[in-house]
């Protein structure tokens, strides 16, 4: 694969109690989601096609965010291949507040262009466009 220098997508969600456990911290599966969505969003822009996930790589949940906090999610294309992507994704918790943050978790996610049948499809994209 070869690095290219993209631009970061930044997602932010409020955390509501629906999402939350039973502890009243965001659920970490809806966190997955919410991290391959904007992964999704990152990939899709960079490539211009349909993207899907193929894995998850190191993913880690580091710290609580409560309900009532915000779960703010940066998203970048780091690695481009022949119609794979490497997206790093940082998460972090932010007081509505105070606006203060600390990150809450981190990884990757490997992503693939697709074509309308499914399969694998070139990336043509040779820079981020937003």
């Given at each position: 694969m070869?690095?290219?220098e993209t631009a970061t997508f930044e997602h932010t969600e409020l955390v509501l109690p629906a999402q939350a456990n039973?502890?009243?911290?965001l659920f970490a599966?809806?966190?997955?989601?919410m991290l391959?969505?904007?992964?999704?969003?990152?990939?899709?822009?960079?490539a211009r096609?349909?993207?899907?996930?193929?894995?998850?790589?190191d993913l880690r949940f580091t710290a609580p965010v409560p309900v009532?906090?915000?779960f703010v999610i940066a998203a970048r294309v780091t690695d481009a291949g022949r119609s794979s992507m490497t997206v790093e994704v940082a998460a972090s918790r932010e007081d509505p507040q105070t606006g203060e943050r600390s990150p809450v978790a981190q990884g990757?996610?490997?992503?693939?262009?697709?074509n309308e049948d499914g399969?694998?499809?070139?990336?043509?994209?040779?820079?981020?466009?937003?």
């Open positions: 070869q690095a290219r039973h502890y009243g911290t599966g809806q966190g997955l989601s391959a969505q904007a992964a999704f969003t990152a990939a899709s822009r960079y096609a349909n993207v899907v996930l193929a894995a998850v790589k009532g906090n915000l990757q996610f490997q992503m693939v262009a697709v399969r694998p499809k070139k990336i043509t994209a040779q820079e981020f466009r937003s």
